[in-house]
């Protein structure tokens, strides 16, 4: 990233092109116009809003994964957090009677707070990142189970459908938010010490740690953001849908970790883009949808991103030979 | 690091006391406390049908964090491996009810386990991706699979030689826990006493010192992914043979509950340290645990946060204990 500034005009645009992201972008442009000669219905308005809106729920996940895998680290518990928060929020206002803003709002610092105690393990404990986060992926689905006994909720006023189903100046509601996450998490990645800060710890932790960094500050604030933004989600979901299980959710970090490194972010750590990660998103969304569109069946299209998260690993990292082994 | 895990395990000088704080006495311990207790407030738990249900049901899980207990010592994690067990279990029963003979019906499916681990362990450890990355792939590629190519269908009318549990030796000890049994006193032995064995544990230790000692840490890797396929592949015909019926789908999060038992087994996350005996012992824990729950009237849906509360409490503890051993050394 930084080579680019340093390099001279002719070079940088040669780099530009070269870029992960630029290739992503290309081989995007391609599929689109593939997929919309294939079936008509797909470059319209209609289903690339459509899209958009189902898109919403892992892309805000995904911002934060970003973060998180630049530092080197990986949250696995996502999509057991927005379980947990769907169940909170449902739970709450169902059954303890709070009123439905509020039961948001718990929603969301419940999920604030998941991911705050997955930071506390990694920093303070020094639990590696992936073990703490398959133990409470466990843990936090089980709270979700245990708590709602596996029955669901429903009948939620019309209101609350809003952010789910409603449209918003001609747009699905939640894509508006997916909009601004994507913005904030880019300008705070590429503008804000914070962001650049993430890159040094990713790159050398010990380094970034004896510049004077608050390295575990930092890692407790992108975990707990992340915790945050699957509640965010989970709100969106449950919306969208109109009910809550303690199944929601499952599987949802396939999906994220895959949007994310197909987005050029290192799953070592120290680099990647906002940008990158937004065209991941619209690919394996676009992928899901085009497939849909060619007859094939749900359960196929996860056979097809397990398989362009190990094919877009592999191709980063033979772009990218640096890595120690084992690494 | 490695020197201190590994001085650990093999000193001689073990006090009685340390051999008694030992995870595979613990668990043990926690295992028959656990059923005494259990057994007090409610008999019935401790009738021989419930305790047998208890092994049979959950041999295969033990036999899977064998092969896992490998992975992680050797510095891995494969998260692939419950979607593999059911892909496995699919292709044994079709062949089974397909009229292939028996035997071949069990001895492809863990020709097929050692051949897709295999595959995983010499992407990781020849095209330097990280596990997590290519069994979470494998796993989304298995699964999915699985359900387009059975659309969700059970196998049933399965061949009655087909089932193992069928078989018993001495007429109590039922051919599944014997296999479990067996496989996890031959595989403690050889990782024990065996060159192979030990390079497992050296290459999870610090991987560059095993390289200097003449070990390959990459062939080491693709042999622990090989095995694991193996004995997945045990588990899968393990899992096969046990109801009437294979669902084209394994419990939900299975290989939550093999890891669970791997690391709860004493199997260091940070690698180089543990052994398959605990695992075994911590998967009858666990499936303990499960069954108990319903005898004392607790519900079932709070066992998965049960596990991921045991992962936990082991994890910590496993590091805790470390960061001490370590400042002992130092002093």
């Known amino acids: 990233m930084t080579v680019l500034a340093a390099a001279p005009p002719e070079r940088r645009v040669a780099r530009w092109l070269t870029r992960h992201e630029t290739l992503l972008a290309a081989v995007l442009i391609v599929a689109l116009a593939i997929l919309g000669a294939y079936n008509d219905r797909f470059l319209t308005l209609d289903n690339l809003l459509n899209q958009g809106r189902l898109m919403a729920e892992v892309g805000l996940i995904a911002m934060p994964m970003t973060f998180v895998i630049i530092t080197g680290g990986i949250d696995l518990s996502v999509g057991s957090v927005v379980g947990l928060c769907a169940i909170a929020l449902g739970y709450s206002w169902k059954n303890l009677g709070v009123p439905l803003p509020g039961a948001i709002v718990i929603a969301l610092a419940l999920g604030a707070l998941a991911g705050f105690v997955n930071g506390l393990f990694i920093t303070r404990v020094k639990v590696p990142p992936l073990i703490m986060t398959i133990a409470s992926l466990a843990l936090y689905r089980g709270f979700a189970e245990g708590v709602s006994q596996g029955r669901s909720v429903r009948g939620y006023p019309e209101w609350f459908y809003f952010m789910g189903q409603g449209d918003w100046f001609g747009a699905p509601t939640q894509l508006w938010l997916l909009g601004v996450a994507i913005v904030i998490a880019g300008v705070a990645l590429d503008r804000t010490t914070f962001g650049r800060s993430l890159y040094a710890i990713g790159s050398n932790e010990t380094a970034a740690r004896f510049s004077g960094l608050p390295v575990d500050r930092i890692k407790l604030a992108v975990y707990t953001l992340s915790g945050l933004m699957a509640g965010i989600s989970a709100w969106v979901l449950v919306s969208r849908v109109t009910t809550t299980r303690s199944d929601m959710g499952i599987g949802y970090e396939l999906d994220v970790i895959a949007a994310v490194v197909l987005g050029g972010t290192s799953i070592f750590g120290g680099s990647g883009t906002i940008w990158g990660t937004v065209i991941g998103l619209v690919m394996i969304q676009l992928l899901k949808d085009g497939l849909a569109l060619t007859g094939v069946k749900g359960d196929a299209t996860i056979i097809v991103i397990g398989t362009v998260l190990i094919a877009s690993t592999l191709l980063a990292s033979s772009l990218q030979k640096r890595r120690e082994f084992g690494g | ?331």
């Open chain 2, 1 to 331: 690091m490695s020197a201190v895990a590994i001085g650990s395990s093999v000193a001689s000088r073990a006090s009685w006391l340390r051999r008694l704080s030992s995870q595979e006495v613990l668990l043990a311990l926690a295992i028959v406390i656990l059923a005494i207790v259990v057994g007090a407030i409610n008999p019935r738990f401790l009738l021989a049908r419930n305790l047998s249900d208890i092994f049979l049901g959950n041999a295969y899980v033990a036999v899977a964090a064998i092969g896992m207990s490998m992975v992680i010592i050797s510095g891995n994690i494969d998260i692939s491996v419950g979607a593999l067990i059911g892909v496995l279990a699919t292709i044994s029963g079709t062949m089974a009810v397909a009229g292939y003979p028996i035997a071949l019906s069990w001895f492809v499916p863990i020709v097929v386990g050692v051949a897709v681990m295999a595959l995983q362990g010499a992407v990781v450890a020849y095209l330097r991706i990280p596990a997590i990355v290519v069994t979470l792939g494998m796993l989304s590629i298995l699964k999915g699979g699985l359900i387009s190519v059975t659309g969700g269908r059970w196998i049933s009318d399965l061949p009655d030689s087909f089932h193992l549990s069928n078989i018993e030796l001495f007429g109590i000890l039922p051919m599944p826990v014997l296999i479990m049994i067996g496989a996890t006193i031959l595989a403690a032995i050889w990782m024990r006493n065996f060159a192979p064995g030990r390079a497992i544990y050296a290459t999870g230790g610090n991987s560059e010192a095993a390289r200097l000692c003449g070990i390959s840490p990459r062939a080491t890797i693709v042999m622990v992914f090989a095995l694991h396929g193996f004995f997945t592949g045990i588990a899968a015909i393990l899992f096969a043979t046990e109801l009437r019926v294979i669902q084209s789908t394994v419990p939900p999060n299975l290989e939550l509950t093999i890891i669970t038992a791997a690391v709860v087994g004493g199997v260091s996350i940070l690698g180089g340290v543990g052994t398959v005996v605990g695992s075994t012992f911590a998967a009858i824990l666990i499936a303990e645990i499960a069954s108990a729950l319903v005898f004392v009237s607790i519900s079932p849906y709070w066992i998965r946060a049960v596990q991921g509360g045991l992962i936990l409490l082991t994890v910590v503890a496993d590091i805790l204990r470390r960061r001490r051993r370590v400042a002992g050394d130092s002093r």
